[in-house]
């Protein structure tokens, strides 16, 4: 008996099942294919965050910062005068800072140059009122050698002479005449108040100064985020004139602050104290609360990623698919390498 007749023995000749497996083969190829492509799919939109709406249409709002600025601040101090003493009998005075505020950033980029002006009281603590804070700008480590501490308001004008942002300053002063400062400022309306139906949270410009012997200042300035279209649409402005500092600071009006320092006479070196005028938990909640209005919630815009719900779900199903893959691979390679079957010739 032939090959042939064996063949058609089993029903099909060899040569159909032959051409049947390697038919089944690149069915298989093209679904293994075809998986992979939706695993590599999958494992994307499992990983990669959900683009916004602004980066799904590949447009750029104009004006916007993609990085925060950095402003380097020069200026002096036009005022300082002695108003009072502190409980402790730390000494108050009165101090105003005039300075300008330059982008580091080269000219295509930058923001016109700005006008600051700080309005504040400083308390100069004594060695037995010292009191123990946090570095503002470090809120993790605590300031040494700290000399006095400062609390007021902000001002910043434009190169038209509006105002243009409007906030409070946080400082602390150090024995070498240095200072870490804060000023969380907010976008004021063509009236030069704050809008209250303005969404932005504030700005928050953190950094250092020091203080020379000609009462001039230089330092360095830093925004916590980017900026805005909003925000440097109001000082893209055409130039004009600027006011004096006086003018700035008549329209500034700062109260006298709680006491920092120590009610003294407790070991020396600073110690937290209680009641209002422990500085430590004053300190931590000026740090923390920086605005005295709330943060809005997070802009639609932001990019935001995927659920854990939802990415556990899909990084499942994709290990489902990979199995499901494999072992069709594997029966793909069977079908190619399998030969049918060679019966002897039966003997007569």
């Known amino acids: 008996m032939s090959i042939g007749d064996t063949g058609a023995r089993d ?19 093209q679904v293994w294919w075809r998986l992979c492509g939706a695993l590599a799919l999958l494992m994307a939109a499992g990983i990669a965050p959900r683009p916004t709406a602004l980066a799904a249409s590949g447009v750029q709002p104009a004006g916007t910062t993609s990085q925060p600025i950095t402003l380097r601040l020069t200026g002096k101090i036009v005022k300082v005068e002695l108003s009072g003493f502190e409980p402790d009998f730390d000494p108050i005075d009165r101090v105003i800072i005039a300075a300008t505020l330059h982008d580091t950033r080269p000219r295509a980029r930058a923001l016109p140059d700005t006008m600051l002006v700080l309005s504040s009281y400083l308390e100069n603590f004594k060695p037995d009122t010292t009191p123990v804070l946090p570095d503002v700008l470090r809120p993790d480590r605590t300031a040494t050698s700290l000399g006095g501490f400062m609390q007021g308001k902000s001002v910043l004008v434009n190169r038209a002479g509006r105002t243009s942002y ?34 932005t949270p504030p700005l928050r410009l953190k950094g250092s100064l020091t203080l020379y012997k000609d009462l001039s200042v230089r330092g360095e300035l830093r925004s916590e985020r980017a900026l805005s279209p909003a925000e440097t649409a109001v000082l893209r402005v ?19 602050p709680a006491m920092v320092g120590t009610a003294g006479g407790s070991g020396g070196g600073g110690g937290s104290g209680s009641g209002p005028s422990a500085p430590g938990g004053a300190a931590h909640s000026i740090v ?3 605005s005295h209005r709330k943060a809005p919630a997070a802009p639609a815009n932001a990019a935001r990623p995927t659920a854990p719900l939802v990415r556990v779900l899909l ?12 072992l069709l691979w594997r029966r793909c ?13 039966g003997r007569a």
Do not use: K, Y
């Not at 029903?11 to 190829?29: D, L």
């Open 288 to 290: 923390a609360a920086p």
């Open 315 to 326: 990084v499942g199903a994709a290990l489902v698919m990979l199995l499901v893959a494999a």
């Open 238 to 256: 055409a130039p004009g004139r600027l006011p004096s500092w006086q003018t700035v600071v008549s329209g500034m009006s700062i109260r006298l």
């Open 166 to 199: 409007r906030g409070s300053l946080l400082a602390e002063v150090f024995l070498d005449n240095s200072a870490h400062l804060v000023l969380d400022v907010e976008r004021t309306s063509v009236t030069g108040r704050t809008s209250a139906s303005d969404t």
């Open 11 to 29: 029903g099909m000749p060899a040569r159909c099942r032959r051409s049947q497996g390697v038919r089944r083969a690149r069915v298989t190829r």
């Open 333 to 345: 390679m069977t079908a190619t390498t399998r030969r049918p079957s060679r019966h002897p010739a």
